[in-house]
């Protein structure tokens, strides 16, 4: 899937406070759990943004998956909450005018966005709960990536960021969430 960013070229390990970006090979008691869960791990080597020791984010075949209706239907000015490891940052930069990243962590923008040195790029550090556009600013595509894992809160969760999000969608936008896209992957097996 060349549509993503190749994060393992793209990106180097490195660790600053609470997060880290490695770059390895999985085990192969790692693929075979992938494998018996639905999750293959075909490729040789991954990042993995990892905070406070726990994975955060991959570029498994999973990820991939689950971010391409987002690849598919991002354009114009986009707002993307959650940078993790850049993954969709390239299809976005290839398709938007303009695109907005909220993240969280500082130490994840420390380590990941001076990869991506683009005049279309606007990385904000805040909270996407609190964050507001600045006045009058609307987007194309709204895209929420800020969970570790999938369940009914992280669906909640997308739920009401939606509808606090949904006044700053231009009319025919597209408004999605990581949590519901894999949520749906799962659940089509």
């Not at 293959?40 to 971010?67: C, H, S, W």
């Not at 909450?81 to 938007?96: E, F, H, R």
């Not at 040195?117 to 996407?128: A, E, N």
């Not at 709960?129 to 969760?157: C, K, M, V």
Request: hydrophobic share 40%.
């Amino acid at each position: 899937m060349g549509t993503y960013t190749d994060v393992c070229s793209v990106l180097k390990p490195a660790k600053r406070g609470s997060a880290e970006i490695r770059i390895d090979t999985p085990s192969g008691f790692e693929r075979l759990s992938g494998a018996l869960h639905g999750q293959p791990l075909d490729r040789e080597k991954y990042a993995r943004l990892l905070i406070n020791g726990r994975v955060m984010m991959t570029d498994a075949e999973f990820e991939r998956l689950t971010n391409l209706e987002f690849v598919c239907k991002a354009h114009g000015d986009i707002l993307i909450a959650g940078l993790g490891i850049g993954m969709i940052l390239k299809p976005a930069l290839k398709n938007g005018e303009s695109v907005t990243v909220v993240e969280i962590n500082p130490d994840v923008i420390a380590l990941v966005a001076p990869s991506f040195d683009d005049p279309k790029l606007r990385i904000v550090s805040g909270d996407i709960d609190s964050w507001l556009p600045e006045a009058g600013q609307r987007f194309d595509a709204i895209y929420f990536d800020i969970w570790e894992h999938f369940n009914e809160e992280t669906n909640a969760h997308a739920t009401k960021l939606g509808r606090r999000f949904c006044k700053y969608l231009k009319p025919g936008g597209w408004m999605g969430s990581w949590t519901r896209a894999a949520w749906k992957a799962t659940n089509r097996r």
